[in-house]
């Protein structure tokens, strides 16, 4: 599903494996730059999102949970996609370890009907 809210516009995944290609994406670009990840809860629907481009004009890549978002970072393989959520930051070299930044509250309004 995609939708445009003001100049930024919002894409929605299914499932966190899609969502976290785009963190895999990232990691392997020439700048190496790797996407936070924020989470939030909206009138008890937990969000999880990546926000890319310039503030207030870029992209959010977005998730509903289907389940509370348990962990303090995302444990994510670089090689096969596997991902847990984790409290501390491993020592596995073939990992990339997100950390979820939980947010109190956001502006952004997002397209969750």
């Known amino acids: 599903m995609i939708s445009t809210t003001k100049s930024i516009k919002y894409l929605r995944y299914r499932d966190f494996e899609d969502l976290f290609k785009i963190i895999l994406a990232h990691s392997q670009s020439a700048l190496g730059l790797i996407p936070l990840v924020y989470h939030v809860k909206l009138n008890d629907i937990e969000i999880l999102f990546i926000q890319n481009g310039p503030l207030g004009n870029g992209t959010v890549h977005f998730i509903i949970c ?14 096969t996609g596997e991902y847990k959520f984790v409290d501390v930051i491993g020592s596995d070299t073939k990992s990339i370890y997100v950390p979820v930044l939980e947010l109190e509250k956001t502006t952004l309004q997002f397209p969750i009907q």
Do not use: P
């Open 66 to 79: 289907k389940e509370e978002v348990k962990g303090r970072f995302i444990d994510l393989h670089k090689m």
